[in-house]
């Protein structure tokens, strides 16, 4: 019945609080862009905001690009393509894309792949061996590793 008002918020105040949600964690432009979305300003303000935060470093789309693959990486296990994939869907350019895959160190990228996938097959139960094949697979390719690797491994795994 009733509807919340929608609380306005000045320019001062949108800054601030903009750069306390860059400051927590890394965000790209679409991220920073959506939570002005939020906050109801005029195109103006908004551009003055994001000006703002580019100036003083809150906002840096390399800076994001490289932590966003290492961390993925690490934390998450995923492979290149699906980091590939994730920062497109942000609208990070190329050159940053490319730039944030060299924070992989190939030799960790390798063990990693290996280690996930000789884990994922050792805890799949089913017997059919051509499901658990696809099992598998499917696991691995979700997580964005290349398929080259995927079957070759494949060929290991099942001889």
């Known amino acids: 019945m009733y509807k919340n008002p929608v609380k ?10 903009m750069e306390h949600y860059c400051a927590y964690q890394e965000r790209c432009h679409k991220d920073i862009e959506s939570k002005l979305k939020t906050m109801m300003l005029i195109p103006e303000a908004k551009e003055k905001i994001i000006l703002h935060l580019l100036e003083h470093n809150f906002l840096n789309e390399e800076r994001f690009a490289k932590s966003f693959a290492r961390g993925k990486f690490t934390i998450k296990n995923w492979g290149k393509q699906r980091i590939v994939r994730e920062l497109k869907f942000r609208d990070i350019s190329a050159y ?15 063990e990693t792949f290996h280690a996930l996938s000789e884990k994922k097959y050792h805890s799949i139960t089913e017997q059919n061996n051509s499901k658990k094949r696809k099992k598998l697979v499917d696991y691995l390719l979700y997580r964005g590793w290349e398929t080259h ?8 795994l099942f001889g």
């Open 96 to 110: 940053n894309i490319k730039t944030a895959l060299k924070e992989i160190p190939e030799k960790d990228y390798f």
């Open 8 to 17: 306005s918020v000045t320019v001062a105040e949108a800054i601030a609080k």
């Open 149 to 156: 690797l995927v079957y070759e491994k494949m060929n290991e």
